[in-house]
Structures are given as structure tokens and as C-alpha cells.
């Protein structure tokens, strides 16, 4: 039977993570120049196996070197606000203000929202953090007829799930849509990294116990940083 010969770079990697199995979080990973010396390979063999490791979240730039990284942050698919799933990891969660403003809803967002296209709905963006790690970029769009008394006291930074449920509105139900993407130049410089890293992309609408729309929702998330699991029940 003929044996498949793995390819080089995924040797050096299966080399290269068991020296990483062996180094605690934010230890220095050895230099390109010496992981080409000791395995006798090309350095572009090992920078393509560091490539790898770094889009998995195994290991993280700083400064000029690489580092051991921290444990993607694994957070259940729920009806729950990243305040309240990253506190439940035991991750110290935080938003970053981008912007909050009026904009005309588009087709999607009316319908999401049922109004009416063009209506001004309120649209807030903001940086996810974790532990002060800049991990996802959310943005939120929100009826300004319905929701529009937040902007009297609702400090952004916070959990925006908390402040409509301290307006009396009871969640019921939301539809996600899971999907991988590259980050727009924007995007990328937002979240400090580059446009080649894999995302993961939600996209959510969720309604209230009676069915009225509350939320249309796009989070953009580091494919280093962050992985999501569900539970699935017959």
C-alpha cells in the first residue's frame, strides 16, 4: 500500500507544537533562523508552519519575536450577551466605542427590524475585548422608535443585553448565521491585525417573548482569538 508522504511544512509544525506543548503562555518561541537550524529545513518552511500556528491562536506576535498565546476563548452559541458568556469563561469582557449614529435602514435591516426602508434605526459599533485583547468588532442595529430612550443613559461600553432588559423587554428567540471571511482593511486595523487572518462572522436578529424584532447584529471575530461550540439535542 502506498504511503502518503506528509507535507514538510506540516511535519515542521507537528515539531514545532510539541516545543510549544512544552512552554507556558507568553514564553518566547524559538527564532525562525533556529527551528530551520534544528529541523534542517528552509526558514520559509518553518514561517509557513508559524503561519499556521498563528491563525490557530497557538502562538501571537510581540514586538519582533513570537510568543506562546493564551487558550482561544471558547464561547457558547446562546441568547446571552458577550458580557455575560465572557464572564462565565472567567475572561474580564470590555467594549471600545467606535461610533453611534442615525443611518437610513437598508432592505435587510428593515426587514430584520420591520420598518419600513429608509426609516433612520440606530446603529452602534464597538470593539470587543477580552482581558483588554481586542478579540471582535460587533455592530448592532437597533428601532429608534422603540429604542431610541437609551441614548438618555446607557453607557456603551456596557452590556447593551442588560440595559433593554432593564427597559421591561424580555428576550425570546434568535436566528444566527455562522460564516468565515477575511477582514476588510478597516476592519483589520480596528482590530489590530491583518487582513490575511480568517474571521468568523455572525449574523444575528433577535425578538422579543412576543416576537417583536429587538436587534439585527453583525460580529466580526479574530479566528485566533475566539472559537464558539453548541450544544445539539435531538
Known amino acids: 500500500m502506498e504511503v502518503t508522504r506528509l507535507p514538510k511544512a506540516y ?3 507537528t515539531q514545532i507544537e510539541r516545543i510549544i506543548d512544552e512552554l507556558a503562555e507568553g514564553d518566547p518561541v524559538p527564532s525562525e533562523r533556529e527551528l530551520a537550524g ?5 526558514r520559509e518552511t518553518v514561517r509557513q508552519a508559524l503561519r499556521d ?3 490557530e ?3 501571537r506576535r510581540q514586538g519582533r519575536g513570537t510568543v506562546v498565546s493564551r487558550p482561544k476563548m471558547v464561547q457558547p452559541l ?7 458568556a465572557a464572564l462565565s469563561l472567567g475572561r474580564k469582557p470590555g467594549r471600545v466605542l467606535v461610533g453611534w449614529a442615525d443611518v437610513p435602514a437598508d432592505g435587510d435591516t428593515a426587514a430584520a427590524l420591520d420598518v419600513e426602508v429608509g426609516v433612520p434605526v440606530m446603529h452602534l459599533e464597538r470593539i470587543l475585548l477580552a482581558d483588554g485583547e481586542k478579540i471582535g468588532l460587533e455592530s448592532t442595529f437597533l428601532s429608534r422608535e422603540r429604542f431610541g430612550g437609551l441614548r438618555g443613559g446607557y453607557d456603551p461600553t456596557t452590556s447593551l443585553y442588560a440595559a433593554i432588559r432593564a427597559a421591561g423587554v424580555v428576550f425570546g428567540s434568535a436566528r444566527e448565521r455562522i460564516e468565515t471571511v477575511l477582514a476588510s482593511p478597516r476592519e ?3 482590530l489590530e491585525c491583518s487582513t490575511a487572518l480568517p474571521m ?6 433577535t425578538v422579543d417573548s412576543g416576537g417583536r424584532p429587538i436587534e439585527r447584529v453583525r460580529s466580526l471575530y479574530r479566528g485566533d482569538r ?3 461550540e453548541a450544544l445539539l439535542r435531538d
Do not use: D, K, N, P
Request: proline content about 0%; hydrophobic content about 55%; charged content about 25%.
Open 200 to 205: 468568523i462572522l455572525l449574523h444575528r436578529r
Open 188 to 190: 483589520a486595523a480596528l
Open 78 to 84: 446562546s441568547l446571552r450577551s458577550y458580557t455575560e
Open 57 to 59: 491562536g497557538r502562538i
Open 38 to 42: 534544528r529541523f534542517e529545513v528552509a
Open 226 to 228: 475566539i472559537a464558539f
Open 53 to 55: 500556528l498563528l491563525v
Open 11 to 13: 511535519r515542521v509544525r
